[in-house]
């Protein structure tokens, strides 16, 4: 079971309570009628990234999905959450990549979006023998972050919320769903 293609997705959620914040998370994310099942961080090789709309044409309702999803819930009026997903896939596509999940407090989207998708560069890296250093931000090492002449394909997806002001569950969640 290696699957073949993958999308991502994002979703927000707001609920009196916490569980259906979630649900409503999954709802606006389009992923709330299938039977998702959390995966670890393994990009598959050759898996084909592919648009959400695409993607949710070749799933059924009721069917078991894996994914890998961040997600992260407030109920403290104007607290900042994010939740995020980065992928990094090596120069080699028959070679497996990874997946980075990131939940925070306190950064703006596009913190958490650049830490997940950091995080799965250099996870990559670590096995390809690339010039790590693990102090520096990835998009500040490109140049040198490049494997036989051909670079690391990053990408990240993130959802970001602050608390409802008036006490309501707010959850946020990011996801890359992988089809079999």
């Given at each position: 079971m290696v699957p073949k293609y993958?999308?991502?997705t994002s979703g927000r959620g707001t609920a009196n309570e916490k569980l259906a914040s979630f649900e409503m998370a999954l709802r606006d994310a389009g992923i709330a009628e299938y039977n998702l099942v959390k995966v670890s961080s393994i990009m598959p090789?050759?898996?084909k990234i592919i648009n959400k709309k695409k993607g949710i044409s070749m799933l059924s309702p009721g069917?078991?999905?894996f994914v890998v999803m961040s997600e992260q819930s407030t109920n403290e009026p104007g607290r900042q959450i994010s939740a995020s997903v980065?992928?990094?896939i090596p120069p080699n596509k028959s070679k497996h990549g990874y997946l980075s999940e990131h939940h925070s407090y306190g950064q703006t989207k596009k913190e958490s979006g650049k830490y997940a998708e950091n995080l799965?560069?250099?996870m990559l890296a670590t096995i390809m023998d690339g010039p790590l250093n693990a102090e520096k931000n990835f998009n500040k090492q490109k140049d040198i972050w490049k494997i036989k002449g051909n670079p690391?394909?990053?990408k990240e997806v993130t959802s970001y919320s602050r608390g409802d002001e008036n006490g309501k569950w707010v959850t946020v969640l990011s996801a890359v769903v992988l089809i079999i």
């Open positions: 993958a999308f991502t090789p050759n898996c069917q078991v999905v980065g992928i990094a799965a560069a250099y690391i394909q990053t």
